[in-house]
């Protein structure tokens, strides 16, 4: 037989229907020339399959930022005694950093009646408040007060303040750390305050940490300053909003300010 049209060669033998489509697509894949199984795996053949190499990789997920993480070690001053905890200037602080978007968790370690040496409740000193509060987490802690320290023997305030700030340094090495002075007495108690400043603002310049000083600052100006409340010592409500704005300027304070 001498036809040569559809599948008959010159020799009258039929050629595989294989090779008939191999000729068919030869153009496009000149490596489909067999009838083998790599033929029928080959993209031109996986319908509604995606090749590998068009599929993008997957970006990895970001990790949340951990919360800055700011400890408050204090006495009445810092509990929002005469106020209400929900008023004290470590709450507020805490709510206005979260309003501005900064991701914060503020621990209030305070405790009414507390000292450097003093106890107050619970026993609490301010030693015993970082050593319950402040860990390799903390990344602030803000020490205010105390004048409930008033009367302790100079050399023994000393050494707590000094055992105090090397507690923190021990616990939360990075950690930044803020020392506040008393506020103003003004009454009997006016020279013990400024001892315990003294010696605060010398344990502070020992450690290298820059000593606020809201006496000299005249936080309180007068007796009746509208930011006491009746009993002439713990904050009003306006006084924990005035503290709150004091202390929120030292703790965003860069770092490299001397704080």
Same mark, same amino acid.
């Given at each position: 037989?001498?036809?040569? #049209?559809?599948?008959?060669? @010159?020799?009258?033998?039929?050629?595989?229907?294989? @090779?008939?489509?191999?000729?068919?697509?030869? @153009?496009?894949?000149?490596?489909?020339?067999?009838?083998?199984?790599?033929?029928?795996?080959?993209?031109?053949?996986?319908?509604?399959?995606?090749?590998?190499?068009?599929?993008?990789?997957?970006?990895?997920?970001?990790?949340?930022?951990?919360?800055?993480?700011?400890?408050?070690?204090?006495?009445?001053?810092?509990?929002?005694?005469?106020?209400?905890? +929900?008023?004290?200037?470590?709450?507020?602080?805490?709510?206005?950093?979260?309003?501005?978007?900064?991701?914060?968790?503020?621990?209030?370690?305070?405790?009414?009646?507390?000292?450097?040496?003093?106890?107050?409740?619970?026993?609490?000193?301010?030693?015993?408040?970082?050593?319950?509060?402040?860990?390799?987490?903390?990344?602030?802690?803000?020490?205010?007060?105390?004048?409930?320290?008033?009367?302790?023997?100079?050399?023994?305030? #000393?050494?707590?303040?000094?055992?105090?700030?090397?507690?923190?340094?021990?616990?939360?090495? #990075?950690?930044?750390?803020?020392?506040?002075?008393?506020?103003?007495?003004?009454? @009997?108690?006016?020279?013990?305050?400024?001892?315990?400043?003294?010696?605060?603002?010398?344990?502070?310049?020992?450690?290298?940490?820059?000593?606020?000083?809201?006496?000299? +600052?005249?936080?309180?100006?007068?007796?009746?300053?509208?930011?006491?409340?009746?009993?002439? +010592? #713990?904050?009003?409500? +306006?006084?924990?909003?005035?503290?709150?704005?004091?202390?929120?300027?030292?703790?965003?304070?860069?770092?490299?300010?001397?704080?």
């Amino acid at each position: 037989m001498t036809q040569r #049209h559809g599948w008959w060669t @010159a020799s009258g033998f039929r050629r595989p229907l294989c @090779a008939v489509l191999a000729l068919n697509v030869v @153009a496009v894949t000149p490596a489909l020339t067999g009838c083998s199984t790599a033929a029928v795996g080959h993209p031109l053949f996986l319908k509604g399959q995606q090749h590998k190499s068009l599929v993008p990789a997957a970006l990895p997920v970001p990790k949340p930022a951990s919360p800055e993480r700011i400890v408050i070690i204090g006495d009445s001053l810092s509990t929002g005694f005469g106020t209400s905890p +929900e008023e004290a200037w470590p709450w507020l602080l805490g709510e206005d950093l979260r309003s501005a978007q900064v991701s914060v968790e503020v621990t209030n370690a305070a405790r009414n009646g507390a000292g450097y040496v003093t106890p107050g409740d619970d026993d609490s000193t301010f030693q015993s408040q970082i050593s319950a509060s402040v860990n390799a987490s903390t990344d602030m802690v803000v020490l205010f007060g105390s004048d409930n320290d008033a009367g302790q023997d100079p050399s023994e305030l #000393h050494a707590a303040l000094t055992d105090a700030l090397l507690e923190i340094k021990s616990e939360a090495p #990075h950690a930044k750390r803020v020392v506040i002075g008393p506020l103003t007495a003004f009454d @009997a108690l006016e020279t013990d305050v400024d001892a315990i400043r003294d010696e605060e603002r010398a344990v502070a310049s020992d450690a290298g940490i820059k000593f606020v000083d809201p006496v000299a +600052e005249h936080w309180v100006p007068e007796p009746d300053s509208a930011l006491l409340g009746p009993d002439g +010592e #713990h904050p009003s409500i +306006e006084g924990q909003k005035f503290l709150e704005g004091k202390i929120k300027a030292l703790v965003t304070a860069p770092r490299n300010s001397g704080l």
